[in-house]
């Protein structure tokens, strides 16, 4: 069964720092490229980052370029995001999610996870 | 970076047609894909490509694109399609990004 799960989500003052998990199982993890996307609460969808099959490239949104972190560890079959410099603003659900080659589509999410920054 | 542009609500009757838009530039470069949301819920795909339903999903669900517009048509509407839904493509200022829509709420009445 393809799947994923995020973890590491919770409550972080502003300006502290948070790493996100995302393990995969029923697929073969080291051939995908694998996405963050994240909802804040009543919102709609924002796409955060990407990160290539092999670990070797990697691109943000503006809104997080320098503060977030995209990487993998295709031997753990895990996804991370290091989020840094926490702002309201990135109070959201996290879900990681992956794009076959050849869809250019979202086409397995996880369930997410929540992240809350407030003092 | 580019911007897409949806309708924030449309309501539909029980069996009906309903169709969906979703305007921006870099529709006329890339195909939407189209995801469907349930509260509490996690995105599921509708539509890639051209229009092309994942396994699982509905032959009811359909999608087209014209110049700077992708659609969604939902045909023959049921209770379970009361979602959210939300148009994706990459992004033109930078093709490695991805940009989402502004939502879609669709109400089956």
């Known amino acids: 069964q393809v799947q994923l799960v995020e973890s590491g989500g919770g409550v972080v003052q502003p300006g502290r720092s948070l790493r996100l998990s995302c393990a995969a199982s029923g697929f073969t993890f080291s051939s995908y490229a694998m996405h963050w996307v994240r909802q804040a609460p009543g919102k709609g969808l924002e796409w955060v980052a990407v990160i290539s099959s092999d670990g070797s490239n990697k691109y943000y949104a503006d809104s997080v370029k320098g503060r977030f972190t995209i990487s993998r560890d295709n031997s753990q079959n895990t996804l991370y995001l290091q989020m840094n410099s926490l702002r309201a603003e990135d109070t959201a659900v996290y879900y990681c999610?992956?794009?076959?080659?050849?869809?250019?589509?979202?086409?397995?999410w996880g369930r997410g996870t929540m992240v809350t920054v407030s003092s | 970076s580019s911007e897409l542009t949806q309708d924030p609500a449309v309501s539909v009757a029980l069996g009906q047609t309903v169709r969906i838009t979703c305007q921006g530039d870099?529709?006329?470069?890339?195909?939407a894909s189209w995801y469907q949301q349930k509260p509490g819920q996690a995105p599921v795909l509708v539509i890639y490509g051209k229009n092309n339903r994942p396994s699982g999903i509905p032959d009811r669900f359909s999608g087209s694109s014209s110049g700077n517009t992708a659609s969604l048509t939902i045909t023959g509407a049921q209770a379970e399609d009361e979602a959210d839904y939300y148009c994706?493509?990459?992004?033109?200022?930078?093709?490695?990004?991805?940009?989402f829509g502004t939502g879609t709420k669709v109400t089956v009445l």
């Open positions: 870099s529709l006329r470069s890339y195909y």
């Open positions: 999610a992956r794009i076959p080659g050849d869809w250019d589509a979202f086409d397995i």
């Open positions: 994706n493509s990459r992004d033109t200022s930078s093709n490695h990004n991805y940009v």
